[in-house]
């Protein structure tokens, strides 16, 4: 829940500067950082189990938007892409790592992680049944 408001206050925050004209860099900063923030937020409201996040889950949900935050700030402070600049698999450095950590892992990681942890931490037991 920390995350998600978090998240919401720094997209304010970066349409706030943006809609005042501050031409600062930390205004795609926080849209980057609130944005993913908001995601894992809302990943964290989705795995809580019975009052509880499921640690698993848990675990690879902050792990995964971790590096999505990383990955956003990252391209944010490379310098503009060049033509004949250096490529990462035939793309600008800045495409492939968006694609790659943005895209990508979220999208290969959080099914795999849900489906292993499905039978342990996802369906809640059977309750004893009382036949007599």
């Known amino acids: 829940m920390i995350a998600l408001v978090v998240g919401l206050l720094g997209i304010v925050g970066a349409y706030a500067g943006v809609l005042l004209g501050l031409t600062s860099p930390l ?50 402070l490379m310098p503009a892409p060049v033509a004949g600049g250096p490529l990462l698999f035939g793309l600008p450095r800045a495409t492939a790592i968006l694609l790659l950590v943005t895209g990508a892992l979220p999208l290969l990681a959080l099914p795999v992680a849900y489906a292993r942890a499905f039978d342990d931490e996802v369906m809640p037991a059977p309750e004893p049944r009382d036949d007599a």
């Not at 990943?43 to 792990?63: H, M």
Request: proline share 4%; charged share 10%.
């Open 27 to 76: 205004a795609p900063m926080a849209m980057a950082i609130g944005s993913t923030a908001v995601l894992a937020g809302i990943a964290q409201l989705a795995i809580v189990r019975r009052g509880r996040a499921t640690p698993r889950l848990a675990r690879t949900v902050r792990w995964v938007f971790g590096a999505m935050g990383c990955g956003f700030v990252g391209v944010l």
